[in-house]
Each structure stands twice: as structure tokens, then as C-alpha cells.
């Protein structure tokens, strides 16, 4: 919201002298977000006045063009010139060649005399051009800074001014005003006016405020002169929640009024410091209005509307052009303001372009209406239309103002417009008013640690518009009309730490429990991420939102040609991702091809976080009241219908571990890398992990490991398909894994301590065994660490090979085997006994073949 210094000194004390951002500093006092400061005069600086053209005469030039050599007056006549800057005639008479023609002599232009500064940093100067030496410029608005219009030069007598030469057009503009802004926040929508942010003010300093909308005397409030208005009628059959898309629809009419009348001056520099362009007198008027109370309205051209007006929902395949030209085909669930031939408008969002006021209008209707704020939001978002109107119903804007700003558009337009208020009023509906909150006083302390008396609640209360009373020990606190947001106790609480000031909470921190520190699952994941990241992984975080394609590729290991189970966002981020996760693949996989997209070809990273399965239950149908413990059943039915969300950790590898140096190749990462990892985990937790060949959609045919634990599966490791390489862009060879972690987590030892230091040397003794080809490494393995017993230390596989010298079908697994004893030094002897006990085994189970 941009604040026009000027404009908010007519609600309140703010100074003359005041910057915006002293404004800025003061609104932060009360909870209000400063975000930038709009200055003309940081872009546009004088002298510029006023001058009157005294003679014009048109020069063809060669290259097609004509311009025109103009003599203007710039001081009043008979006075001096008093400006001395370079360029600048003492006689008070510039000769300035202008390209535009839509002016004439005696016509009031603006000057922009050399010295002056113009957007851009376009510097004035006397220059030589087209033969002639032109000291100044004639400016267009678009030139100024102050609108669009590059297609001739601003004549100020359209605009219905009649200045004397010489006069600071940068006054006269406005152009020495300047606009704070601010961030309005969701809950605080009635600071998206100057009505609103001039009471805030108030509350920051305690100085006056004068209410703009006390200002207004209605055609209701006589009853004598109101008559009968334009026919409307308020039907919704099919309301959201069951709150009526409109609950108040207010109609004025004007007439007799000049649609071509300019905007006066003073109006359009504040519309345009606030941000919006000037269009007619109609409309800025109308934003004039909303910017100045909150409360959107509209003005439709009476002549084109046909019979009454209805307010109500749009019927299926109907539609309507809206006023930016678009045709929409509207949703039964749009909130619609209709006449007898159709919509002529989506409530809230945008008018109809077959009823706006255009050059040949004389009569309006004004329009000013409450809407439900869901509908209005819902309209916005569904067709892709934000608007000035749209941000201020969807925040919630107070129903005692349509009756207001209606009359208050209607009173400018009899001002600027010469129109005639013909005190046909319509207001259908009535205002849906805040309820009363019951407050207990000992709340505001117990909420924020400070001591509030009596006095001070009921008086900060009292200030932001509450009516106050008691009930008993209770206070019975009426929000005011404008605030929709205070709707529970802790929602007032809020507004007294507010404005007693935030600076009074002491800060104080909390103290913890004794003997309480971290649980046992959140010192095995912190030990499992430490632990990844000490092996050179990079951790990344990425959105759970997924495809259902993505989900239903990575999440199960079977193409079954349906989508696997999974949750659904009713109101997802990205059309493209509309289901939470049952995977961390998907998120972590883009990360690496973002990576390797720019320049990162070695890459290994890693991701840990919750995936969502669905239960038999989803959600739950109704949610208990706050303030009262609900009771044992009810939580478990809350808690059925919470999706199962286990923890899941994944990895990703591409490119090399090591780089390559002269003579010393690096080596390329594998499928073997993903299934160390998956064991790197593993081993953190002090749990035994399985690894047998496996098979997965996404993942190569024969290059695939799935992971077991206590004989269940929990994930899987290997390289990619070369398909799906191919489709998301990944690096070739691109390795992953993914594990439960959770379940890892809860099979772990209740104390993981770190294993003694032997010190006895320990003896190293390599087995090469030829098995059957369809023998898993793993099984071999299993069966050699049983017949070795227990002075086996640790075993790892170090070569597998098939081909020349070993028999079809079969292939030779060379094992590494360390043993040592914990009281004493083996012999060799004993070493080799060990070994040959366990060769033995292997060849009583597999028919392994010592090599």
C-alpha cells in the first residue's frame, strides 16, 4: 500500500516537515512493514514552469518531418526572469522547437527550461537542431514522468487549470509530493486505505484521527429526499460454507454528468503516487474512493443496463468480457453481478466491458457492495485476475462502508463531473457485524509475560474501535466493523502487545525441563546426516510435491500400469506437482541435474525427509473445538486419518570420486558406490543391512541391489535405466539408493557404542572361490564369515571376475579376510585353520571351487 504524504496529513497531525520515511518509522512501531519510499523529485528536478505559447510556426523539414519553432512566455508579462542558469533568456521568452502538434497559441504548456532534470537523467540544455537553438522543451506526461501519453504535449487547460507563466508546474502537478509504502499483511486488510493506515498512525503517535468516513452525510440519513433506486435482488442457492456470497448491495445514481471532465491535478498526482494511472473521471473517482476508505466500488453506465441487477452464481458455460478485454467462460461457483441480458460482472474481481462508462455516458449507477471473501478469492485465483478490488475483499472489508463510498463517489462526481445526484439509493442486504469475544482478563499476561492492567486493556481495546463492556469476571469485547481478523481471544491479545508496544515484552529464555536433550531417533538422524557428510556427501533439501508419474516410477518397484496409492493437494503449488511424495528420488535427482547443468560434473548429494502413504482413513470429519482437551477417542480419529509418514534417506552419484592426474586415472563412480552408501547408513546405526540382487522400474535391469533389513525390504540401490537417464537429463551411469530410515532407526541398538581398539595385530588372509554365476556375492559372503567363527574380524570382496580359464556359468569372488583374537596374537596356523573351516562350508553349500 503507497501512503501520499500529502493525502494522510488530511486524517491526521503527521507534519509538514515530515519525510515518508518518518511515516514509515512510526507505522513499523505498530506492526506495519516499511517496504520503499516513491519520490518524483529523485528522478525529475526544475526548473520547470508554466509557459504560454506565443507564436508556432511549422517548418517542413527534408527528411519529411515538421516541426515547429515556438516562442513561449515563461514569467508572467511584463515581469523579468529571474532564473539565471545557462540558456535560460532574460527576457522571459524561450524559443523551443517542438516535434508535437497537438497544441496551439495561447495554450498553457509545460516548460521544461534548461537545467532541468527528467527521468532517465535526461538533462535540459540549450541545443542547436533543426537550424535553430532550442532553449527547453515542451513536455508530454510521458516525458514528465507522470503517465503514458507520448502522443502530444500536456495542455494544462484540458485539464481545468489556468496558471499564470511562470508557475512551478512541479507544484501544480503535485510533483513535489512523495509516497511511503508499505507491507499489509494477510489479517490487517483495512490497511489497504488511507482510512486505515491514518488510524494506525493515530495508534503509533496518539495523535488525532479524523475518520474519512465520519465525513460523508448519506441520502439515507434524509429521509425525505432519498427515493426508490435501481431494482436489485441478492439469490445464492449454492453458497460456500454456507456463507452467502453477498451479504450487502448498494446502488447510487448520478446524472447529467461530463465523462470527458479531467481528473483535476491534485487527484491524479496522488492516484499515480499511490500507484495507478489516471483513465477517466469515472473511474479515478472510483479508485480515488477505494484508496481513501477500503471499500471497492464500481460505476456502470446506465443506459446500457438492461432492467434490474441480480447478484448470484454463473450459470455453467456462461460468459462474460471482462473489462480487459478477455472473454471467460465463467464456474458455477463465480459469484456474478448480472442484469436481464447476462453477467455484467465477477463480484469483487472485475466489471463487465458491456456496461463501463465510456465518452458518450451521462448517467451511472455506483456500485458498492459487501462480498464473502472466499468467493471473491476463489473467483481471483480461478481466472487468474488479481485487482485492486479483489486484494481488499479477499483480506475482508468493513460492511458499514458501502452506503459510504457510494455517496462519496457520488459527491465527487457532482464535484469534478458537473453531475446531479438524483438520490435513487438502493441498499439491499444487511451488514453482517463482528460477534462479541469473551476476554478474560489474565489472558494478555499469560500470553505475552506482561502485567496489562484493567485499564490498559480496555482502553487499548477501546482505541482500535472495540466496544468494551463486562460480563462478570469476563470482558465482552465488540470488534469493530472494520476488523474481521479479531475473531478469538488471542486475536486481541495480539492488538494490545500491539499498541502498548512490542518493546514491552521482556525477552526471556525458556528454561528446559532437567534431563531433557534430544530424543534417541533425533540423535540417530543427526548422526546419520553428520555421518553422510563426513563421507563427502552434500545434503539438499527439495519440495515434497510431486508428479504422480514421478511417484508412481521411483515409489514402486513394479510397473504394474496403475498409479500407486497417494495423497492429492486440493490446491497444489503447480499444476504439474499436485501429490505429496512417496519418494525422495524425484526432488533429490533434480537437484543433481540443476548441478550438473551448471558446471558440477562430480557430484554426490543426499536427502533425507518424511514421504506420505495413504491410509484407509483420509482426514478426519470434523475438528474439535480449541479450548478443551477432546477427549482419547476423538485423537485417534484425528490420528487415523493422518497419512503414514516414514523417513526415508536417499543418495545420488555422478561423475568421478577421485579426479583424474597425469598417469593416475580417476575413478568413475558405480551402482557399487550407491550400495556403500545404503551400508554407510547402515553402519552408523550399528544395524546389519542385506543386499541381494534386486529388481526396480526406474532402476538398470542388472545393475540393482535391494536392501533388506530382518528379511524385509526397505529400499533399493544401483544404477539408473538408461531410459530414465535419457527422459530427465541426467548425467550416464548415474547411481542412487533409498532406505526406510526410520525402520533402520528403530531396529537399532537402544546405546550405539564405539568398538574397542584392539591391541593385538590382526592377520589378513585373501580366499578366491568359483561359484555357480547365479550365486548372489552376498549369500557366499554370509556363508564364509558363519565357517570362519568368531576370530573373523571383518570380510570384504574385492574382485569378481568370469572369463578366460574359469568354466561357463561360473564365476570367481576373491575375498579380503582380517582376523585377530581380543587376548592374544594369532598364529598363521591358526589364521589358515579359520580359513580353511570356512572354504569348507562354502563348498558343502555352493560347490565353491577354492581358485
Sequence with gaps: ???????????????????????????????????????????????????????KIPEPQSNGKTINWCQVRVVPEGAAQTLTHEGIDPSGIQGVVCGAHNFEVGDKVVVTLPGAVLPGDFRIAARKTYGHVSAGMIASVRELGIGEDHDGILVLSRLGLDPEPGTDAMELLGLYDSAAEINVTPDRGYAFSLRGIAREYSHATGTPFIDPAGQISTTKDDDDAARPGHEVSLTDDTPIYGVQGCSRFVTHKVTGMDPTAPTPPWMAARLRLAGMRTISIAVDVSNYVMLELGQPNHCYDAAKLDGGIEVRRAGVGEQLTTLDETVRTLDAEDLVIADQSGPIGIAGVMGGARTEVDSTTSAVIVEAAHFDPISVSRSKRRHKLPSEASKRFERGVDPLLPPLAAQRVVDLLVQLAGGTDSREVTDAGAAELPQPIRLDPALPERLTGVAYTQEQISSTLGAIGAEVGQDGEQLLVTPPSWRPDLTIPAA?????????????????????????????????????????????????LSYPFYSE????????????????????????????????????????????????????????????????????????????????????????????????????????????????????????????????????????LRVRLEVVQGQHQAFHPGRTAELRFNGARIGHAGELHPKVIEELDLPARTSVMELDLSVLIEGSPEQISAEPISTFPPTTQDVSLIVAQELPAAELEATLVEGAGELLESIELFDVYAGEHIEAGHKSLAFGLRFRAEDRTLTAEEASAARAEAVSLAQQRHGAVQR
Design 492 to 540: 486481541l491479545v495480539e492488538e494490545i502487545a500491539r499498541l502498548v508496544g512490542y518493546d514491552k515484552i521482556p525477552a526471556r529464555l525458556p528454561v528446559p525441563p532437567a534431563g531433557r536433550g534430544l530424543t534417541t531417533a533425533q540423535q540417530r538422524r543427526r548422526g546419520v546426516y553428520a555421518g553422510m557428510a563426513a563421507a563427502g556427501f552434500t545434503e539438499v
Design 549 to 684: 508419474a514421478a511417484n508412481t516410477r521411483f515409489g514402486q518397484a513394479e510397473d504394474t500400469g496403475k498409479p500407486m496409492p497417494m495423497l492429492r493437494l486440493a490446491n497444489p503449488i503447480a499444476s504439474q506437482h499436485p501429490a505429496l511424495r512417496t519418494t525422495v528420488l524425484p526432488g533429490l535427482l533434480e537437484a543433481l541435474r540443476r548441478n550438473v547443468s551448471r558446471g558440477f560434473t562430480d557430484v554426490a548429494l543426499f536427502e533425507a525427509g518424511s514421504v506420505f502413504h495413504p491410509k484407509a482413513q483420509l482426514g478426519s470429519p470434523s475438528i474439535p473445538d480449541l479450548g478443551a482437551y477432546p477427549g482419547e477417542e476423538v485423537l485417534a480419529g484425528l490420528d487415523a486419518g493422518i497419512p503414514d509418514q516414514p523417513l526415508h534417506i536417499a543418495a545420488a552419484l555422478s561423475g568421478a570420486e577421485t579426479a583424474e592426474l597425469p598417469g593416475v586415472p580417476g575413478r568413475r563412480r558405480d551402482w557399487a558406490d550407491a550400495v556403500d552408501a545404503a551400508q554407510k547408513v547402515a553402519d552408523l
Design 1 to 55: 500500500m503507497r501512503i501520499p504524504l500529502s493525502w494522510i496529513r488530511e486524517y491526521t497531525q503527521f507534519p509538514a516537515s515530515g519525510t515518508a520515511e518518518d511515516l514509515m518509522a512510526e507505522l513499523v512501531q505498530v506492526g506495519l512493514e516499511e517496504e520503499d519510499v516513491h519520490r518524483p523529485t529523485d528522478e525529475l528536478s526544475g526548473p520547470i514552469v508554466v509557459g504560454e505559447v506565443l507564436e
